[in-house]
């Protein structure tokens, strides 16, 4: 059984159109949700930096067209496609919202597909651009949407053996009502019951009730109020906070004689329902069983005669009412199968070799003449430090031809003529549309990455403006933020956190993250950031005296001599954080 729901997504107060993409992207691409990205499925983008794509499309689309809307432009639509408990499995949810997302667009839109694992129920996210592929057109929520939503995932649900929603209800109920009595038990609710158990067995005093609790595995904590600990809780949880019932007073009272104890409703084990077979046709008897009416018995039988009647007309347009030339068919179907699949993956290997040799001979191109000049230097150390990135793409490029035993580089234009070539060597559609299909993905896949290149060339040419003091004269580095280069080159922040994400820079002899020149100011006010007071504190470290090591409060007033005015807690901080040891532990008798 699945459900659904689709929302059009705004760009809202305050957020760009990159910002609003990039922000439910990345919700739904969550790794601690999707198996670390696993369950993540892209169609005519890259997953990885779908925003950028998404956002590009849009800048197409407005410069092909002129057409520009407020802040009413419907930017992506989101679907939401949830499963029962038990019914499927991750990989098969996935594929399912795949063929929901592309029948529904009709293959004219990009999209990602995200499953969470994170609930009891596992779920699709599907996100698809509200631009159209060939960027003249977009999709327009249309009336009865939502409907038309339903109905096709109940289609697909059926096909593929899963039951469906008969009778949906207009309005839905909260997660939690919907679990009812199936929900997990809450930490609270697993104490009540291991409190109700060892009541069961009638101890004779509270400490004996407490020696129980302890045989179940429990952790007792406290004299006066004891403090349970135990399963997977992270903290412990008082007693007198288990609710009326289960305080040490109304326990002791019970065990007294004096109460009577009553027992919180148990939970129900969750049972897992079992997967519906691939039949069509409505089980009448068991749906009458059920409780349903003759009506129902009446339409049941009408919709099973239409299905049958379906089957039977497809049997005989195709001539399968042979037993024997069914079988035939259904071999030689077989054996097509195969050999389809043998060709496709031909074409897949050689298609990945094109386009990583086609991403190399661009970058040979482009950093040819930067490494002809670094060799008339003769090979300058200074000259690497100035172009390392050229020039480590130029070396790279350079022993993939030479490991691939290339002598004349074959041109983007050959390339491309070897991708026709392929798809018209095959008299199979199926194959010339897959080979489509995939060289789209292909350049698409190259768009993205020039297009996270460019960013991180616009990233790396603005840190260099913004930190010049550091690399030229080796001075601190001075207060620059995510948010405030983002601004200054026109992206989201979280843009600018992937771009910077595992990168490094080669800085004399020092390999350096990217993410460290992005510094914070000691405050708001201050022109100074903790990377210069690090500095300031480290130079003052090393030239005190030995026997007689500077306190935290002695460096915080040498650093307000310097015009640094900071806590003395601010200073044990920084000083924490260098693994630089206390004055007591520094001092050499």
């Given at each position: 059984m699945?459900?659904t729901?689709?929302m059009?997504?705004h760009?809202?107060k305050?957020?760009?159109v990159?910002?609003?993409?990039?922000?439910?992207?990345?919700y739904?691409?969550?790794?601690?949700?999707?198996?670390?990205?696993?369950?993540?499925?892209?169609?005519?983008?890259?997953?990885?930096?779908?925003?950028?794509?998404?956002?590009?499309?849009?800048?197409?689309?407005?410069?092909k067209t002129?057409r520009?809307?407020?802040e009413?432009?419907?930017?992506?639509?989101?679907?939401?496609q949830s499963?029962v408990?038990?019914?499927?499995t991750?990989?098969e949810?996935?594929?399912?919202?795949?063929e929901l997302?592309?029948?529904?667009t009709?293959g004219?839109?990009a999209?990602?597909?995200?499953?969470?694992?994170?609930?009891?129920?596992?779920?699709?996210?599907?996100?698809?651009?509200?631009?159209?592929?060939?960027?003249?057109?977009?999709?327009?929520n249309?009336w009865?949407?939502?409907?038309?939503?339903?109905r096709?995932?109940?289609?697909i649900?059926?096909?593929?053996?899963?039951?469906i929603?008969?009778?949906p209800?207009?309005?839905?109920?909260?997660?939690?009502?919907w679990?009812?009595?199936?929900?997990?038990?809450?930490?609270?609710?697993?104490?009540c019951?291991?409190i109700d158990?060892?009541?069961?067995?009638?101890?004779?005093s509270?400490?004996?009730?407490l020696?129980?609790?302890?045989?179940?595995?429990?952790?007792?904590k406290?004299k006066?109020v004891?403090?349970?600990?135990?399963g997977e809780q992270?903290?412990?949880i008082?007693m007198?906070?288990?609710?009326?019932?289960?305080t040490?007073?109304?326990?002791r009272?019970v065990?007294?004689?004096e109460k009577?104890?009553?027992?919180?409703k148990?939970?129900a084990?969750?049972?897992?329902?079992?997967?519906?077979?691939?039949?069509?046709?409505?089980d009448?008897?068991?749906k009458l069983?059920?409780?349903?009416?003759?009506?129902?018995?009446?339409?049941?039988?009408?919709?099973?005669?239409?299905?049958?009647?379906?089957?039977?007309?497809?049997?005989?347009?195709?001539?399968?009412?042979?037993?024997?030339?069914?079988?035939?068919?259904?071999?030689?179907?077989?054996?097509?199968f195969?050999?389809?699949?043998?060709?496709?993956?031909?074409?897949?290997?050689?298609?990945?070799?094109?386009?990583?040799?086609?991403?190399?001979?661009?970058?040979?191109?482009k950093?040819?003449?930067t490494?002809v000049?670094?060799?008339?230097?003769?090979y300058?150390?200074?000259?690497?430090?100035e172009?390392?990135s050229e020039i480590?793409?130029?070396?790279?490029?350079?022993?993939?031809?030479?490991d691939?035993?290339?002598?004349?580089?074959?041109?983007?234009?050959?390339?491309?003529?070897?991708?026709a070539a392929?798809m018209?060597?095959?008299d199979?559609?199926?194959?010339?549309?897959?080979?489509?299909e995939?060289?789209?993905?292909?350049q698409a896949?190259?768009?993205g990455?020039?297009?996270?290149c460019?960013?991180?060339v616009?990233?790396?040419?603005?840190?260099?403006?913004?930190?010049?003091?550091f690399f030229?004269?080796?001075?601190?580095?001075?207060?620059?933020t995510?948010?405030?280069?983002?601004?200054?080159?026109?992206v989201?922040?979280s843009?600018?956190?992937?771009?910077?994400?595992n990168?490094?820079?080669?800085?004399?002899?020092?390999?350096?993250?990217?993410?460290?020149?992005?510094t914070?100011?000691?405050?708001?006010?201050?022109?100074?950031?903790?990377?210069?007071?690090?500095?300031?504190?480290?130079?003052?470290?090393?030239?005190?005296?030995?026997?007689a090591?500077?306190?935290?409060?002695a460096l915080?007033?040498?650093?307000?001599?310097?015009?640094?005015?900071?806590?003395?807690?601010?200073?044990?901080k920084?000083?924490?954080?260098?693994g630089?040891?206390s004055?007591s532990?520094?001092?050499k008798?």
């Amino acid at each position: 059984m699945a459900t659904t729901r689709l929302m059009p997504l705004h760009t809202g107060k305050g957020r760009t159109v990159g910002q609003a993409i990039s922000d439910i992207i990345d919700y739904s691409k969550n790794p601690q949700k999707t198996d670390n990205g696993r369950l993540i499925t892209s169609w005519q983008c890259d997953s990885r930096i779908a925003d950028a794509e998404f956002l590009f499309t849009k800048n197409q689309y407005i410069q092909k067209t002129g057409r520009v809307r407020g802040e009413d432009d419907v930017i992506a639509y989101h679907l939401r496609q949830s499963f029962v408990p038990g019914e499927i499995t991750p990989e098969e949810a996935n594929r399912l919202g795949c063929e929901l997302a592309k029948r529904f667009t009709k293959g004219k839109h990009a999209y990602i597909v995200c499953t969470h694992i994170d609930k009891e129920h596992i779920h699709n996210h599907v996100i698809w651009n509200s631009t159209a592929l060939d960027q003249t057109r977009k999709f327009r929520n249309f009336w009865g949407s939502t409907r038309a939503v339903r109905r096709l995932n109940d289609t697909i649900c059926i096909e593929n053996g899963y039951s469906i929603v008969e009778n949906p209800k207009r309005h839905g109920k909260s997660y939690n009502k919907w679990l009812g009595d199936k929900k997990k038990p809450s930490h609270r609710e697993r104490i009540c019951a291991a409190i109700d158990d060892a009541l069961a067995q009638k101890p004779e005093s509270f400490d004996a009730l407490l020696e129980l609790l302890r045989q179940a595995g429990y952790e007792i904590k406290g004299k006066k109020v004891p403090s349970l600990l135990g399963g997977e809780q992270q903290k412990s949880i008082r007693m007198d906070t288990l609710g009326a019932g289960y305080t040490p007073e109304d326990l002791r009272a019970v065990i007294a004689g004096e109460k009577e104890h009553t027992p919180r409703k148990r939970w129900a084990e969750t049972k897992l329902p079992e997967k519906r077979g691939g039949n069509l046709l409505v089980d009448i008897q068991a749906k009458l069983q059920e409780g349903k009416g003759a009506g129902y018995a009446r339409w049941a039988t009408l919709f099973n005669l239409k299905q049958m009647a379906q089957t039977v007309a497809y049997l005989q347009d195709h001539e399968l009412i042979d037993y024997s030339v069914l079988s035939e068919k259904a071999a030689a179907a077989s054996t097509r199968f195969n050999e389809l699949s043998a060709k496709i993956k031909s074409a897949e290997a050689r298609m990945a070799e094109i386009a990583v040799m086609r991403t190399h001979i661009i970058n040979y191109a482009k950093t040819r003449d930067t490494y002809v000049a670094y060799r008339k230097a003769g090979y300058s150390k200074k000259f690497l430090a100035e172009h390392e990135s050229e020039i480590t793409l130029h070396k790279a490029a350079k022993k993939f031809f030479d490991d691939q035993g290339i002598q004349k580089l074959p041109t983007v234009k050959s390339l491309q003529a070897e991708y026709a070539a392929l798809m018209n060597t095959s008299d199979d559609h199926e194959v010339q549309r897959y080979v489509k299909e995939k060289l789209s993905e292909a350049q698409a896949l190259i768009k993205g990455v020039h297009t996270r290149c460019d960013t991180l060339v616009q990233m790396l040419t603005l840190i260099g403006r913004e930190q010049h003091g550091f690399f030229c004269g080796g001075e601190a580095l001075l207060p620059v933020t995510m948010q405030q280069l983002s601004e200054k080159m026109g992206v989201s922040t979280s843009t600018v956190s992937r771009a910077a994400q595992n990168k490094y820079i080669q800085f004399q002899g020092r390999i350096i993250p990217v993410r460290s020149f992005f510094t914070t100011a000691i405050r708001p006010d201050a022109a100074v950031s903790s990377h210069a007071v690090k500095q300031r504190l480290q130079s003052l470290i090393r030239a005190e005296d030995p026997a007689a090591p500077l306190s935290d409060e002695a460096l915080r007033l040498a650093l307000s001599a310097l015009g640094i005015e900071v806590s003395r807690r601010a200073v044990a901080k920084y000083r924490a954080e260098m693994g630089i040891p206390s004055s007591s532990q520094r001092k050499k008798r």
